[in-house]
């Protein structure tokens, strides 16, 4: 099974450029691809993995993966998919995140040529190296020159803002698609890059760098898109009621990461371990069987939480994910870790103590469940005590 039949079964192939003829190159040998990831914030979400899973997917078959970071058009903004300008970041914020995002960048794909059975390490590049050069008036003649204005406004990520009188676009903004066109040619030059993958709403953007190719160079090059990633009611996975999931661990603890894909619905699961793992098509029939005949044991969901935790996270975060969400559940604390703790002690309700009441002999378990809003009484604490309902730190209090 070739990339794009893989791709197909994963339901990650939304729409092509021309898919027979990017099926009859890829049947020829290995393709030399893109895909570019702009420093929005310092930190890669859950909603980047597609496609940066994909570049994986690729060089696993052999192929060339390249990951881009944005330092040049992280400084303009990306209109598609917003329904306002974005906030213009100043350069020091601009060359934070991409130092954050390079990092996590390298994670997920293989550098080291001798580490790649088919010699065919990712490559990492910043935009900001062959634009910055360029003068305005050089941007103008050499790139603008080939795309006509007309063909810009028809793209759905401009025409949909220009229709909105309040907010509009600017000329910065409108600029944008430019920029990543000329990035998909500099790529076809400097590397042979014949490939553009993205979620869908980088289609316009994708196409004005196959038109400019074609247009300067004579070359046929192609993009291929992947559906945005979405829960079964149409709204946009990897946001939770406190906000983004991101993959920076200071950002999204491990274990909350680990406990968001074990919270997937029975609608979604089959779809996100189809694409965002790796796991094999047989694995997958076999998880969405379980599905189907025993929901409540939810082994996909857990299966999903431990696969995307290890990839993302690491063996080691994974286990202590696994440590915290067994303490929460009424396991030992032997062998957390502090860090893990931590993240335990967010998930449960908090009673501030003056330290002063801590020192010495303390205060008595009686007055801190009283404190704590567990009991209404002393007396009801001591009833609590002994009638076996309390634990501390997940073993029971002994009778008083």
């Known amino acids: 099974m070739n990339i794009l039949d893989d791709l197909r079964w994963r339901g990650l192939l939304a729409d092509c450029t021309d898919l027979a003829a990017l099926t009859q190159r890829i049947a020829q040998g290995p393709v030399t691809l893109y895909c570019g990831f702009d420093p929005t914030a310092d930190s890669l979400h859950v909603g980047n993995l597609v496609p940066l899973f994909a570049l994986r997917r690729f060089q696993l078959q052999?192929?060339?993966?390249?990951?881009?970071?944005?330092?040049?058009?992280?400084?303009v903004g990306d209109p598609s998919g917003k329904s306002a300008?974005?906030?213009?970041?100043?350069?020091?914020?601009?060359?934070?995140?991409?130092?954050?995002?390079?990092?996590?960048?390298?994670?997920?794909l293989e550098f080291d040529a001798a580490k790649t059975p088919a010699n065919n390490p990712a490559r990492l590049v910043n935009n900001h190296d062959w634009t910055a050069p360029i003068s305005f008036l050089e941007f103008?003649?050499?790139?603008?020159?080939?795309?006509?204005?007309?063909?810009?406004?028809?793209?759905?990520?401009?025409?949909?803002?220009?229709?909105?009188?309040?907010?509009?676009?600017?000329?910065?903004?409108f600029s944008y698609m430019l920029l990543q066109g000329f990035d998909f040619f500099h790529l076809r030059q400097a590397f042979n890059c014949e490939l553009?993958?993205?979620?869908?709403?980088?289609?316009?953007?994708?196409?004005?760098?196959?038109?400019?190719?074609?247009?300067?160079?004579?070359?046929?090059?192609?993009?291929?898109?992947?559906?945005?990633?979405?829960?079964?009611?149409?709204?946009?996975?990897?946001k939770t009621a406190t906000g983004t999931v991101w993959l920076d661990p200071k950002r999204t603890s491990p274990y909350r990461f680990y406990q968001f894909f074990v919270n997937a619905d029975d609608a979604d699961v089959v779809k996100l371990l189809k694409t965002l793992t790796f796991l094999s098509h047989k694995e997958?029939?076999?998880?969405?069987?379980?599905?189907?005949?025993?929901?409540?044991?939810?082994?996909?969901?857990?299966?999903?939480?431990?696969?995307?935790t290890k990839l993302v996270h690491g063996e080691e975060r994974l286990a202590g994910a696994l440590?915290?969400?067994?303490?929460?559940?009424?396991?030992?604390?032997?062998?957390?870790?502090?860090?893990?703790?931590?993240?335990?002690?967010?998930?449960a309700p908090l009673k501030d103590i003056e330290r002063a009441k801590l020192d010495g002999a303390g205060t008595s378990l009686i007055e801190l469940?009283?404190?704590s809003g567990l009991s209404p009484s002393k007396g009801q604490a001591r009833k609590d005590i002994e009638g076996g309902g309390i634990y501390v730190n997940n073993v029971k209090a002994p009778d008083l």
Do not use: C
């Open 284 to 308: 997958i029939a076999a998880l969405e069987a379980e599905v189907k005949s025993n929901p409540g044991a939810r082994v996909a969901q857990k299966t999903l939480a431990r696969e995307m």
């Open 196 to 238: 553009q993958i993205g979620a869908t709403d980088q289609w316009g953007n994708i196409t004005v760098g196959t038109e400019l190719t074609r247009k300067k160079m004579g070359a046929t090059v192609w993009g291929l898109v992947f559906p945005l990633l979405t829960k079964s009611d149409g709204s946009k996975y990897g």
């Open 323 to 347: 440590k915290a969400s067994d303490v929460l559940f009424g396991g030992t604390l032997d062998g957390l870790s502090a860090e893990d703790f931590q993240d335990v002690i967010a998930e």
């Open 369 to 371: 469940l009283v404190h």
């Open 85 to 108: 300008e974005r906030n213009l970041q100043t350069p020091e914020q601009v060359d934070h995140n991409i130092a954050a995002v390079k990092q996590q960048l390298t994670k997920f």
């Open 140 to 173: 103008l003649r050499d790139v603008g020159k080939y795309m006509t204005v007309n063909s810009m406004i028809a793209k759905d990520s401009v025409r949909s803002r220009m229709e909105d009188r309040d907010s509009g676009i600017s000329y910065t903004e």
């Open 62 to 75: 052999g192929h060339h993966p390249i990951a881009l970071a944005g330092g040049a058009t992280g400084m």
